[in-house]
Antibody, heavy 122, light 107 residues
């Protein structure tokens, strides 16, 4: 069964840091682009970042550039999101999602993990 | 960035109705348009990819069409389990964007 399981969410103070992890199983992790997508409480979906199969290309939404870093470890079938300088507006459920094989075009998301909640508050 | 605009933002319908949701891109995205369904407290689920391809396991009452800038998701005969929020997403660019969502409610 293809599965993604996120972990690492929690309560953090403004300006703090958090590292999210996503464990993949049931497919050849190293063959796919991977992404993080977030959803603030009561709001819509927002793509956060994606990373190429070998980690050589990374892209971010403008609101997190310079603060968040996406990475992956293909030997461990794992995806990460290092979040620094966190703000209240980063409060959201963070999902990891499997993308496609190509950089663009085939980057639809399936499957998604169950999500992990990040709350930024003092 | 490519902006995605869905309409309507919310919709009330009855079981058995035919429903259409529209998604418009701010520039041509060819057929690189995907649709998701999300139920409260759950992760989104892929319904349609590449504008009109039905994801495996998704009921055939769901269909997608369009190319360029204008796309539609149609549910041919609403079932009780279809009441949810629907999102479009463009995968033309590596900078991915979603529509704001359409909430489908029971009339």
């Amino acid at each position: 069964e293809v599965q993604l399981v996120e972990s690492g969410g929690g309560l953090v103070q403004p300006g703090g840091s958090l590292r999210l992890s996503c464990a993949a199983s049931g497919f050849t992790f190293s063959s796919y682009w991977m992404s993080w997508v977030r959803q603030a409480p009561g709001k819509g979906l927002e793509w956060v970042a994606n990373i190429k199969q070998d980690g050589s290309e990374k892209y971010y939404v403008d609101s997190v550039k310079g603060r968040f870093t996406i990475s992956r470890d293909n030997a461990k079938n794992s995806l990460y999101l290092q979040m620094n300088s966190l703000r209240a507006e980063d409060t959201a459920v963070y999902y990891c999602a499997r993308g496609g094989i190509a950089a663009a075009g085939s980057n639809w998301f399936d499957p998604w993990g169950q999500g992990t909640l990040v709350t930024v508050s003092s | 960035d490519i902006q995605m605009t869905q309409s309507p933002s919310s919709l009330s319908a009855s079981v058995g109705d035919r429903v259409t949701i529209t998604c418009r891109a701010s520039q041509s995205i060819s057929s690189y348009l995907n649709w998701y369904q999300q139920k409260p407290g759950k992760a989104p689920k892929l319904l349609i990819y590449a504008a009109s391809s039905l994801q495996s396991g998704v009921p055939s009452r769901f269909s997608g069409s369009g190319s360029g800038t204008d796309f539609t998701l149609t549910i041919s005969s609403l079932q009780p389990e279809d009441f949810a929020t629907y999102y479009c997403q463009q995968s033309y660019s590596t900078f991915i964007t979603f529509g704001q969502g359409t909430r489908l409610e029971i009339k």
